[in-house]
């Protein structure tokens, strides 16, 4: 399989815990983007990794939330103290740069639901 | 913002119709890329047009691209039911080189 994988796909939590997601880019994308979506809207950019670097984090992304990529393969997405309005599909996406003109490969989401 | 704004908002045709959509923005750009999302799913990418081209095809999808209007379409032909899905626009390029930011999209349905 060389697309990109997201997991879990599906997560269900109550209020005020904390949920981590896993997203494996495709093997060799530099770049690894996580977007949220909610019913009837198009995704949201949160943030963005060049190799391990972080370099863009969307103003909208609170204190609770975290992402990292460590050694610049795969990444996790955590939200801390979840509330209801998380709830949401969590994409990730991966590119290979080639300044003007990459094409983002998503995978398949992580639909969350917070009671 | 870079941000694509789809039109229109939901489009309902008969298999075999063609199916147009578009996109406006208010940004200069470097490219600007459509995606198809099935209900529930990822996102596919479709096509990528590059600032300097007016027109791309990719089999039955057209895009255009017209900078000095600030406005692309998409126009699939010959639909089938397996297109219904919803349509984005990305622009992108600027400041925000790797960073999409959509719109609500395009919800295709195309009846059987």
């Known amino acids: 399989d060389t697309g990109v994988s997201q997991d879990p796909r599906h997560k269900i939590t109550k209020r005020g815990q904390n949920v981590t997601f896993r997203c494996d880019p495709i093997?060799?994308?530099?770049?690894l983007y996580w977007y949220r979506q909610t019913l009837g809207q198009g995704p949201e950019f949160l943030t963005y990794?060049?190799?391990?670097?972080?370099?863009?984090k969307s103003r909208l992304l609170s204190d609770r939330f975290s992402a990292e990529r460590p050694k610049g393969s795969f990444s996790t997405l955590e939200i801390q103290r979840t509330e209801q309005g998380d709830s949401a599909m969590y994409l990730c996406?991966?590119?290979?740069?080639?300044?003007?003109?990459?094409?983002?490969?998503f995978g398949p989401g992580t639909r969350l639901l917070v009671l | 913002s870079q941000q694509g704004e789809e039109d229109p908002q939901a489009l309902s045709i008969q298999e075999g119709e063609n199916a147009t959509m578009n996109c406006s923005y208010k940004?200069?750009?470097?490219?600007l890329q459509w995606y198809r999302q099935n209900s529930g799913r990822g996102l596919v990418h479709l096509i990528l047009?590059?600032?300097?081209?007016r027109e791309k095809h990719s089999g039955r999808l057209r895009v255009t691209l017209d900078t000095s209007k600030k406005s692309s379409s998409l126009l699939i032909t010959a639909s089938r039911a397996a297109d219904t899905a919803s349509y984005f626009c990305?622009?992108?390029?600027?400041?925000?080189?790797?960073?999409?930011?959509f719109g609500q999209g395009t919800i295709l349905t195309v009846h059987p």
């Open positions: 940004t200069s750009i470097n490219n």
């Open positions: 990305a622009p992108a390029g600027g400041t925000s080189y790797g960073k999409l930011t």
């Open positions: 990794f060049q190799n391990e670097a972080q370099l863009e």
């Open positions: 047009i590059r600032s300097n081209e």
């Open positions: 996406a991966s590119s290979l740069t080639k300044g003007a003109g990459e094409t983002q490969y």
């Open positions: 093997s060799e994308h530099n770049r």
